[in-house]
């Protein structure tokens, strides 16, 4: 069987070259689909515990808290998300920042990197014991309002 496509010329394509056309295409736009959600779903998401209470029993001011996010966090990220927490610590409950960054994950090892840094510049300045960072990969998603 025979079709006949009109164009400037008249051209007849086969059976064979039509399917042949048409499983080409439909790999195509399956294949961009595909890529497009795969590259949307990898992120992950850093979050890092930063607690305000010192060993000697002092704590840190939102004064010193503020120029910290200022001077080391804020030069390195172009957006995060800053939380007030209470958490507990050695059976003790203590005021804490959680800060949560979104990254890609083709840049996940450079970021996790700065936000190891950022880290230990903490426990050194504030003479912390520890500052906890949690990683957890997932996707993301997007619920969008009324479109007008």
């Not at 006949?4 to 048409?22: D, N, Q």
């Not at 992950?44 to 930063?50: G, H, N, P, S, W």
């Not at 209470?53 to 200022?70: A, I, R």
Request: glycine letters at 6%; hydrophobic letters at 40%.
């Amino acid at each position: 069987m025979n079709f006949t496509i009109m164009t400037h010329e008249k051209k007849t394509l086969s059976k064979g070259r039509i399917k042949y056309t048409f499983v080409t295409c439909l790999l195509t736009v399956f294949l961009i689909i595909t890529v497009a959600e795969v590259y949307a779903d990898e992120i992950v998401r850093a979050r890092v515990f930063f607690g305000l209470s010192m060993p000697d029993g002092q704590v840190v001011s939102l004064k010193e808290w503020k120029n910290f996010v200022k001077n080391e966090i804020a030069p390195n990220f172009t957006g995060f998300n800053v939380v007030d927490s209470e958490g507990y610590w050695k059976g003790k409950t203590e005021r804490s920042k959680i800060v949560t960054f979104i990254i890609s994950k083709q840049d996940e090892k450079a970021e996790m990197q700065k936000i190891r840094s950022i880290a230990q510049s903490y426990v050194k300045k504030f003479k912390q014991d520890s500052v906890m960072v949690v990683h957890i990969t997932g996707n993301r998603e997007f619920v969008m309002g009324k479109q007008e």
